[in-house]
């Protein structure tokens, strides 16, 4: 793993709709390893490589979830409505992130009524609507010469990091920005194969909005006439205390997630035979994975393979425990084998 790109891409703010900084830190890798780079109307980010007869997208959401500001009294303390699938428990008593309209970088933390103050029980009612974010603060008038109005956002604000035997690493975002990671690293190796950027024309579209409905994909999707399509996302580990074998068997460091179905099949359907064949390539290149049958949640996997006369698609990633937290938890080794399982399809041919 490239560790530095890897902190960049997770550290990057970048929730869904106001995908800014990421943006950045994307371009700032793509370092001109690509022929031309177009952004379209919903913020996507694709860029464009090779002259092949055959059209290959390869697709990562780079948006994260993140609050945005609904209200804020006169003493200053902002609240907040979800952009994304958030727990009311994994927001409270954390430390946010919120670059303003105008660029400027803010903290604030959530907070909530100390222990000392508590009733019986009142710690079980909480709900996002009755959080509460502490800026620093007076009142409201110098929240607001600091530029913080109704409409600003906040994302988690978690620094990345690799700990424990030194094979897994935690931080924000993973979701999906371990996805943004195998997508640059392939792109940056297919730019440098004349072979393949004879046989195929790639299209390596990094977009916005999925955690609040798939939206960019499905735009991203619909300007090219696509082959084939490949989606980088993560998937919920099962492999921590309380969830039962039977829910979820994905484990950290069992290696690339096959995403065959997902949420009991309303979102994607992959071919039989794709699963069969990518089977096939990642035993021949001993590439380790494990397939998953979802039963919630889905990816722009999803809407990719029902968008025009549909376009056939797979889904890989990797296993991350803690989803939609400021602490998601990986394994390096997974990681790796998604960037090499992914080449490996590519280089044989696959698409
Ligand atoms: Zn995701």
């Known amino acids: 793993m490239n560790e530095k790109m890897m902190r960049d891409l997770s550290e990057a703010y970048g929730v869904s709709g106001f995908e800014t900084e990421i943006k950045d830190v994307i371009r700032r890798y793509a370092d001109n390893h690509y022929d031309e780079l177009r952004e379209d109307s919903l913020g996507n980010l694709i860029f464009k490589i090779g002259e092949g007869d055959k059209k290959i997208l390869i697709e990562s959401h780079m948006d994260e979830v993140g609050l945005i500001v609904k209200y804020i009294d006169d003493n200053g303390f902002v609240?907040?409505?979800?952009?994304?699938?958030?727990?009311?428990?994994?927001?409270?008593?954390q430390r946010f992130k919120l670059i303003t309209s105008k660029g400027k970088r803010l903290w604030a933390v959530s907070g909530s009524k100390a222990i000392h103050l508590q009733e019986d029980g009142e710690d079980e009612k909480l709900k996002i609507k009755d959080m509460f974010l502490d800026f620093g603060v007076k009142n409201k008038e110098e929240l607001q010469k600091l530029g913080v109005n109704i409409g600003e956002v906040l994302s988690y604000d978690a620094p990345f990091m690799v700990f424990g035997n030194g094979k897994y690493a935690t931080g924000k975002a993973l979701d999906n920005r371990t996805g943004c990671y195998t997508s640059m690293e392939i792109m940056r190796k297919v730019y440098k194969s004349k072979e393949l950027k004879k046989r195929y024309t790639f299209f390596f579209a990094f977009t916005t909005q999925e955690e609040i409905g798939l939206k960019g994909a499905r735009v991203a999707a619909f300007k090219e006439e696509i082959d084939f399509a490949l989606v980088l996302d993560t998937s919920p580990a099962g492999d921590t205390p309380g969830i039962e074998k039977k829910v979820s068997e994905l484990m950290l460091g069992k290696g690339v997630v096959?995403?065959?179905?997902?949420?009991?099949?309303?979102?994607?359907?992959?071919?039989?035979?794709?699963?069969?064949?990518?089977?096939?390539i990642f035993d021949k290149n001993k590439i380790p994975y494990q397939v998953e049958i979802g039963t919630g949640g889905v990816s722009d996997a999803a809407i990719i393979y029902i968008t025009k006369s549909g376009i056939p698609t797979v889904g890989l990633g990797i296993a991350v425990r803690y989803l939609h937290t400021p602490v998601e938890v990986m394994h390096i080794e997974d990681l790796d084998n998604l960037v090499k399982g992914s080449l490996s399809l590519i280089e044989s041919g696959f698409f």
Do not use: C, F, W
């Not at 609240?79 to 008593?93: C, E, K, Q, R, W």
């Open 258 to 280: 096959i995403d065959y179905v997902q949420a009991e099949g309303r979102g994607l359907i992959m071919r039989k035979e794709h699963l069969e064949e990518i089977k096939k």
């Open 79 to 93: 609240y907040v409505s979800p952009l994304g699938g958030l727990d009311a428990h994994t927001l409270l008593n």
